[in-house]
Nanobody, 120 residues
Framework: QEHVVESGGGLVQPGGSLRLSCAAS????????RAWYRQAPGKQRELVAF???????NYAYSVQGRFTVSRDNTENTIFLQMNNLIPEDTAVYYC??????????????WGQGTLVTVNA
């Protein structure tokens, strides 16, 4: 059974920093792409950052230069370093993981989300 668990959210003042973590487990066929999404109150969920199996990254325009997605050496955990936070970054942040399957397909699994609030 695949599991995705986020952590690291909280309350931070504008200009501050937070680092989110996303731990993936329970799969025998490897992990492909992973991404961070966010959903602000009353808005649709949007892609924030993506990291491929090869380590290539992409970012939403609104976070370029402020957010960095990375992974640990075991490749089981990815991180989202968020710097220079602004109130518009307030949202529930979700981790999305593409697990491999026995028939060479992808199984997408969402985490439960972690709340980030940027407020003075």
């Amino acid at each position: 059974q695949e599991h995705v668990v986020e952590s690291g959210g909280g309350l931070v003042q504008p200009g501050g920093s937070l680092r989110l973590s996303c731990a993936a487990s329970g799969n025998r066929f490897g992990i492909h792409g992973r991404a961070w999404y966010r959903q602000a109150p009353g808005k649709q969920r949007e892609l924030v950052a993506f990291i491929s199996r090869e380590g290539d990254t992409n970012y939403a325009y609104s976070v370029q230069g402020r957010f960095t997605v990375s992974r640990d050496n075991t490749e089981n955990t990815i991180f989202l370093q968020m710097n220079n936070l602004i109130p518009e970054d307030t949202a529930v942040y979700y981790c999305y993981v593409e697990f491999g399957t026995s028939d060479n397909r992808y199984l997408g699994v969402w985490g439960q989300g972690t709340l980030v609030t940027v407020n003075a």
